[in-house]
């Protein structure tokens, strides 16, 4: 058992256990980095694409669960700049709170949010500007490493994770790798150098990560959903159990997955633009829906995936 197995095996342990039913709507989002709105800030140029699609979620009704690095903690010091900063998100994610339709867990870049005591100093309240006032945020909220959603019609699991677990780098010397990308790949990446740390960044990383993830799933045959390396991925029925949400700070747009009427589907959140020249934000379905019930039916086929990029992300 390699050290991804394992850590996998730990996550899956603990994991918070939701149940869902074929009436449940979740969507599950995954790295927007949400900085300082700064030069460094990757998830500036993407915020309103992603305020537009937590309106259209929270209109609906849906859980939105985050799976990790929601805000980039190696490179900003203070969470609770980033709220500020970012308060018209935070806004919408308290709406989802509120209303008990809002999971949250920790990645590699924001890992801090695991201890409880530093999360309650930065994420009780923020200063809201409308009312010139203190206002509850995520009160007596917990950030989790996994979640267990599970099915009672289908009888199938998904497994969420970030997908950073087992990663030498990214894992066990998280602290360090930390230190790294803050004082010295940070200034690197401007001179046009990539992160060699960095899943999202270093393509062979990234199919390493990507290769370990799915072979968990498949060897477990449970649907397991992460993040960390920003590229979607979306298995069918029969050809495997691994999923990936994509990312929030990718240049044209930011992707999700969404579990409604008892399937799964692939989607994208872009800016359009219609005949009479009126830009606009639009939602596009890429992959699904697939029933989650198939993926129970039909044994998954041990055969070679490749993990190259769809053909809608060129």
Known sequence: MNLTERKLDQAYQKALCIPIHPGS????????HRGIGNWGDNFQANQ???FA????????NFIYIELGDGDELWENRDLKEIVRIHSNQFWMMREFYCNHRF??????HDRKKEKEKYFK??????YCASVEDEVSLFSDMKVHEAIRLQDSCSG???FLVHGHQGDLLNDTLWKLTRFLVRYLWRPLELAGCNDPTSAAKNYRKKEKTERKLADWANKNETLLVAGHTHRPFFSKPGEGYYFNDGSCVHPRCITALELERGGISLV?????VREDNVIYIGRDVLEGPESLMEY???KFQDKERNFGYPEFWH
């Open 103 to 108: 999971h949250m867990l920790y990645g590699n």
């Open 48 to 50: 309103n694409l992603f």
């Open 156 to 158: 199938m699991e998904l």
């Open 268 to 272: 994208k959140w872009s800016t359009k």
């Open 53 to 60: 699609a937590l309106q259209y979620y929270n209109r609906r």
């Open 25 to 32: 709507r979740v969507v599950l989002m995954s790295d927007c």
């Open 121 to 126: 100093s930065k994420c009780e309240s923020y």
């Open 296 to 298: 129970g039916k039909r």
